[in-house]
């Protein structure tokens, strides 16, 4: 009897991850981002893919793989439509804090229909007057009874409009200091009190929902409350943030090999002064440059990657791998445009999206300005002066 080998399993899951992006996403990417639809067929053929559930452990019904796969399968959905890496990715964060934070009772009601995406969820932080800063957050959670009460808005959260369920990051306690101590985690079922406002209309990521959330005294029962403790949300939520920023240097490893990768072909095709523009020099070191910084921020992301699947800490190198990543798909992606030349700003070319998507990468889980501080403390911390 034959077994199959975890390097086996990988590349089994990433392939098939592969397939469909190449049969089905790349068909209807272009429109479907260009139009600001969501892609409704494909979220329903990742919830048979089981893709809802990629780091959900077996044992509640996902498919528990290492973050080294997660990553690869991020890769490779970006490489076609970062959007629908997405719809995944908030979700993830959100079953990783069920799964490593919640109760039992927790797991067993949410985790498994989360697995099979028939529940989908986001992660609800960030609110219109606390992004970076967001342990000054003032969405309120007052207990009341056997419930606590919630009140306030979050902003730009994805799958807003279409997910049903979300983590939300919310004040317990007011008056403790440090102010983080005062944030707890609800997993919050839309119903009533919980209002969906304003879709936003994005630059890039399109056909994916980002909205504005509205809690006017929406209750939820206090076993809702991620571990069962007031107080441990913020940790909860950075740890699942940690994971983000290996998903979101993924996405921006495989945007930047598709710019990459249809820069190198037009620049065998277009010819100009009488020859490929692919033998003119200049061309030459562009591609150069932009593979050798794309594979630096693969490896990055796969040290990341392999660090966390060791059970180690990551916090310093998932930033670096996001900061990094994330910074050279801005580069690559506008080399990619110029490659192109005025073809590469029209929407009939594929590296006008990839351009459109790559300045969320610097933007979300954390800014680059705030990835920079983050490394700079645990650097400051590893290298004290005796
Ligand atoms: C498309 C999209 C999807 C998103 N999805 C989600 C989601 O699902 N859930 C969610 O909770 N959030 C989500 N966000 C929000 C995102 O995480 C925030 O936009 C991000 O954290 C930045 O916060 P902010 O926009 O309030 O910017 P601000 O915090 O106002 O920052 C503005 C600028 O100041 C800089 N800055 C701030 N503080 C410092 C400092 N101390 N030192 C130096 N520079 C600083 C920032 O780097 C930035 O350049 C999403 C955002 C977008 C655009």
Known sequence: MTTTTPEEARSQIVNMVRDFVRRDVLPIADEHEQKDIVPLGLIEQMKGMGLFGITVPEEWGGMGLDYTTFAMIFEEISKGWMS??????????????????GTEEQKSRFLPA????????????TEPDAGSD?????LSATKDGEEYVLNGTKMFITNGRHGDTFAVLARTDP?????????????????PGFEVGRDLDKLGYRGLDTCELIFKDYRVAADRLVGG??????????????????????????????????????AQQRETFG???????????????????????????????EKKDRGERVDLEAGMA????????????????????????????????????????????????????LI???????????
């Open 175 to 191: 008056n403790v200091t440090p102010k983080h101590r005062g944030l707890s985690c609800f997993i919050a079922e839309k119903g």
């Open 322 to 373: 996001k900061l990094f990543a994330s910074e050279i798909c801005a580069e690559v992606t506008l080399e990619a445009m110029r490659i192109h030349g005025g073809v590469g700003y029209i929407k009939e070319s594929p590296v006008e999206r990839y351009y459109r998507d790559a300045p969320l990468m610097i933007i979300g889980e954390g800014t680059n300005e705030i990835q920079r501080i």
């Open 84 to 101: 629908v890496g997405g719809i995944i990715g908030t979700h993830h964060i959100m079953t990783y804090v069920i799964s490593n934070f």
């Open 134 to 138: 967001v342990q000054s957050l003032s």
């Open 275 to 305: 020859k490929p523009i692919s033998q003119h020099q200049a061309i030459q070191l562009k591609l150069a440059d932009m593979a050798t910084k794309i594979e630096a921020a693969r490896l990055l992301t796969y040290q990341a990657a």
């Open 114 to 125: 989360m697995a099979r995406g028939e529940m989908r969820g986001g992660l609800a932080l």
């Open 229 to 266: 403790e007031e107080g441990h949300g913020f940790q909860q939520v950075m740890s699942g943030l940690e994971t983000g920023r290996i998903n979101v240097a993924a996405r921006s490893v495989g945007v930047a090999t598709a710019a990459f990768e249809a820069s190198i072909k037009y």
């Open 376 to 386: 700079a403390r645990q650097l400051l911390r590893r290298y004290p002066v005796d």
